[in-house]
């Protein structure tokens, strides 16, 4: 019997692509191994992310675009997941008459029978919500994979509803994992190879804030810090409001802990901050900053800012600027905004035209850009570790990442993965840094 094959197409963040090796996992269990390319696949599942208006058009773009693919191969089954899938639920299926089935960010271990009733051509939709600790005996973990880092799901949903985001209705409300589940796939990943783990969540600094879990986030971190074999801790994503002293204090005393964060900022105007319901100002964001930097002088941060929030003014945008320049990030990832179903700012008066948004957005990448170089310019000519994570796109070349989050590419015979290396930085790139082992 000739082996079935998947292809998983995954967009969005991090969990996105965690949720897409628990996919893989599951679907090995009914006979289909993944495949690298979607040419010699017998099912494609879209994976996707809805938190802004153009990621949700892409996908049905890419749905459309595959009718011609089933003009070759008739019976090839195509599956969408994740965000927009639990949004759009019954509807993806009437909008797409080649679509065989729809599963949401809750239900992935109705899978197995999902892709039973697709293959004996049924069209199903499964989007239902368990909102409560019962889910996560349910939901699968990742499988045994392979590799030096590994990602974590610590928590799922967000109990936050910022005024933008449409996170909380399509992942539901915030429900933590137990401390020791999360140990021991985090322990066994240890024994396969791993040396990296990042802890993922919508809101992962506030894991065990929400159930009276039996250890809150900081606890958790000292816990992985403790596992032998693991070289380095990473986390995302937090959110401001929720960076707590015992979780400074971690940056502080745990080596293992790399000297990054990513915390995403928003806006740098506290009249949109307030109209975002953030839960936080512009003073209060700074003073993290601060501490932060207090316990871990070399730490560098990473953000995420919207521009064009309904009612956002010139000067609201130059807050926004000058934050930039008073933290000096090392990336962000900014987007223009875009009204999402549900959500309370999709209902705000917006006067601002697309064009200016767009306007302001460049403003805001040239900023970053600038910055970005700047803050890894005094990286030239200094050797900084980098834990080496496989084969390069250049060959002959490997790569890492700093404990800062920087990638680093460099010469080196193949072997290295796993690693601890000290390379030598000799060029400054925007998105990368080259480095030689001399």
Do not use: W
Request: charge should be neutral; glycine fraction near 8%.
């Amino acid at each position: 019997m000739l082996q079935k094959k998947v292809h998983i197409l995954t967009y969005g963040c991090q969990m996105n692509v965690s949720d897409s090796e628990k996919i893989g996992s599951v679907l090995r269990g009914v006979g289909y191994e993944p495949s690298a390319t979607i040419d010699d696949a017998d099912m494609v599942i879209l994976n996707t992310c809805s938190v802004r208006s153009k990621a949700e058009e892409k996908i049905y773009g890419i749905l459309f675009t595959m009718k011609g693919r089933l003009k070759r191969k008739p019976n090839l089954l195509i599956g969408v997941g994740g965000c927009v899938a639990q949004q759009e639920g019954e509807r993806l299926l009437q909008k797409v008459p080649h679509l065989n089935f729809v599963f949401g960010t809750h239900t992935l271990h109705l899978l197995p029978q999902m892709v039973r009733d697709a293959e004996a051509g049924r069209r199903v939709t499964e989007t239902g919500f368990i909102d409560d600790d019962h889910r996560l005996d349910l939901f699968p973990q990742s499988g045994e994979v392979a590799g030096v880092t590994r990602l974590v799901t610590i928590m799922q949903g967000c109990d936050n509803f910022c005024s933008y985001c449409i996170v909380p209705y399509v992942r539901g409300r915030e429900v933590s994992r137990r401390p020791g589940d999360i140990l021991e796939e985090i322990r066994r990943a240890a024994d396969s190879g791993c040396r990296e783990v990042t802890l993922l969540g919508q809101n992962v600094n506030s894991y065990g804030l929400q159930d009276g879990a039996a250890a809150d986030f900081a606890s958790l971190l000292r816990g992985v810090a403790n596992i032998d074999g693991i070289q380095r801790i990473r986390f995302m994503t937090s959110h401001p409001k929720d960076i707590s002293t015992p979780l400074i204090d971690c940056f502080a005393d745990l080596e293992k802990l790399c000297s990054h964060i990513h915390l995403p900022v928003q806006s740098g105007s506290d009249r949109i901050l307030a109209m975002m319901n953030r839960g936080y100002n512009r003073a209060d964001y700074l003073l993290m900053v601060k501490k932060l930097r207090s316990v871990r002088p070399d730490i560098l941060f990473t953000s995420d800012i919207i521009v064009g929030f309904p009612g956002e003014t010139e000067e609201d945008f130059q807050q926004s600027l000058s934050l930039l320049q008073e933290v000096r990030y090392s990336d962000s990832y900014s987007f223009v905004y875009s009204p999402r179903p549900e959500t309370k700012a999709a209902l705000l008066p917006d006067k601002t035209g697309n064009e200016e948004k767009v306007e302001r957005f460049n403003r805001l990448l040239a900023l970053q850009k600038k910055l970005t170089i700047e803050v890894q310019s005094p990286m030239v000519g200094k050797r900084l570790e980098v834990l080496v994570e496989g084969a390069g796109k250049k060959e002959g070349q490997m790569y890492g990442r700093t404990s800062g989050n920087r990638v680093v590419n460099f010469s080196a015979e193949a072997g290295l993965a796993g690693t601890l290396q000290q390379p030598l930085i000799v060029r400054n790139f925007q998105n990368s840094l080259l480095g030689e082992l001399r």
